[in-house]
């Protein structure tokens, strides 16, 4: 079949690397796509929220399957539009997609249905959220309620940050409609893990565990970025603890998504706090995560094709979804000035010069035809996510940064201890 891949990002390089492997496919689209995936789709000029022009396409090219990755065109309906023109596409729709589209909707879904996540309050004034900040001890967490790309998080240390947080977001209309909402809840203590789950609206299958890096200075100093790295399975997500998240978390809430009208369809991603009382959750996100689609695509043995087919199916108790043995790492090579302003434009050298069992996913570039072969140049924060995989973590870490050394552009950031909190535990 004919499948459309919606993002430009390495979560949808990964999409397509994977989707490429299954029998079943017979051509690709991204749209808008990237430097990378122009290897292995046709890259579409369809911006990720022109939901109507995506559907046109859809229907004029008789694409049998489109995979949303990013949270935008999930919250915007597409599933909803290209279900509704018959067309079969993986992920929640548009009212489902709210439990990342929303935090304050996320945070109450939670607590009606026992969810273990931080207490918290939600405001749209001023004055009440800076007296919820006098009830409770610090630190304090102050999120804007929607869709704010990865920074609309503050965590605050004194109630003078805490007040500064909340006029940024509510006052200064930082994060503009995305933060005419507030939620302030309290500070967690733990580890963090990224655990995704495939999800047919009844049945729900976690996939392999994952950790995120989302400092951008090594030993995770400086400020937040999209993330640098990740690597999985992650030692902190034992089956046990699996288990338990699988028993209190992703299974309550798409029979309770359910419940309220909202079945939820796709990839459910729980952002989780590993703390001393057990798993808490973070937030939920409606679709892959991204570096964590680098790491946990190639370890997934299973087809995607029909993976993701049996989610919309309906089907997913039929599928066993399995896993291949060892680990992989993925180093995100980011441009200069990330996770500021970001230049873009710097010349990709040594692409080639990447061994063969290194997997070089693009994030952020363009490629350009000339006579000498393919140029590819910079062109976002995230440019690269250099990926290997190991009977070991220490192989395959050992094999991701051997990509990283031939690869160079001006101005690159990597950080170089990927995988710390696992090899720090043995
Ligand atoms: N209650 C909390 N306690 C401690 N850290 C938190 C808490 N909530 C969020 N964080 C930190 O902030 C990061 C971003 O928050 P998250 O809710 O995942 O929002 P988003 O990914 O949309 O920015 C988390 O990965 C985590 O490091
Ligand atoms: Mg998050």
Not at 339 to 357: C, H
Request: a negative charge; glycine letters at 12%.
């Amino acid at each position: 079949m004919k499948i459309l891949i919606v993002g430009s990002g390495g979560r949808e390089h990964a999409l397509a690397w994977k989707l490429q492997q299954s029998p079943r496919t017979e051509k690709l689209y991204c749209a808008p796509g990237n430097g990378g995936t122009a290897g292995l789709a046709e890259n579409v000029p369809i911006a990720v929220d022109d939901i109507p022009a995506l559907v046109a396409f859809a229907k004029e090219q008789h694409i049998g399957l489109v995979v949303v990755g990013p949270e935008l065109p999930l919250t915007l309906g597409l599933v909803d539009a290209m279900t509704a023109a018959g067309i079969p596409a993986f992920g929640p729709t548009g009212e489902a997609a709210r439990l990342e589209g929303s935090k304050a909707f996320s945070k109450d879904f939670m607590a009606r249905h026992g969810i273990p996540t931080a207490k918290y309050g939600i405001f749209n004034g001023v004055e009440p959220a800076k007296a919820f900040v006098r009830t409770f001890e610090g630190p304090w967490v102050v999120k804007a309620d929607g869709l704010a790309a990865g920074k609309g998080v503050l965590i605050c240390e004194t109630q003078q940050e805490a007040d500064a947080a909340i006029d940024h977001i509510l006052a200064e209309n930082a994060f503009g409609a995305a933060g005419a909402a507030l939620v302030i809840e309290e500070y967690l203590e733990g580890e963090e893990l990224s655990l995704m789950a495939f999800s047919d609206g009844k049945t729900v299958v976690p996939m392999m565990t994952a950790q995120d890096h989302k400092r951008i200075f090594d030993g995770d100093l400086g400020p937040n970025t999209g993330g640098m790295g990740a690597y999985a399975p992650a030692p902190v997500g034992t089956d046990e603890l699996v288990a338990e998240v699988q028993r209190m978390v992703l299974q309550p809430v798409v029979k309770a998504m359910a419940a309220e009208g909202r079945e939820f369809k796709g990839v459910l991603y729980a952002g989780l706090m590993i703390t001393a009382k057990g798993p808490m959750v973070l937030e939920f996100n409606a679709r892959f995560g991204d570096p964590e689609t680098e790491v946990v695509l190639p370890m997934l043995k299973t087809d995607l094709v029909s993976t993701m087919m049996a989610c919309i199916d309906g089907t997913l108790d039929q599928l066993p979804l399995e896993w291949h043995e060892g680990h992989c790492v993925t180093v995100v090579l980011a441009a200069h000035g990330y996770p500021g302003t970001v230049r873009k434009g710097d010349a990709i050298r040594g692409l080639d010069q990447a061994p063969g069992d290194v997997i070089v996913f693009h994030c952020g570039t363009t490629r350009k035809e000339t006579e000498s072969g393919a140029l590819f140049q910079t062109n976002g924060g995230r440019v690269l996510s250099v990926t290997a995989l190991g009977e070991t973590l220490t192989l395959a870490l050992q094999k991701a940064y051997a990509g990283v050394k031939v690869i160079s552009f001006d101005g690159m950031q990597y950080r170089s201890d990927i995988a710390h909190r696992a090899l720090n535990r043995s």
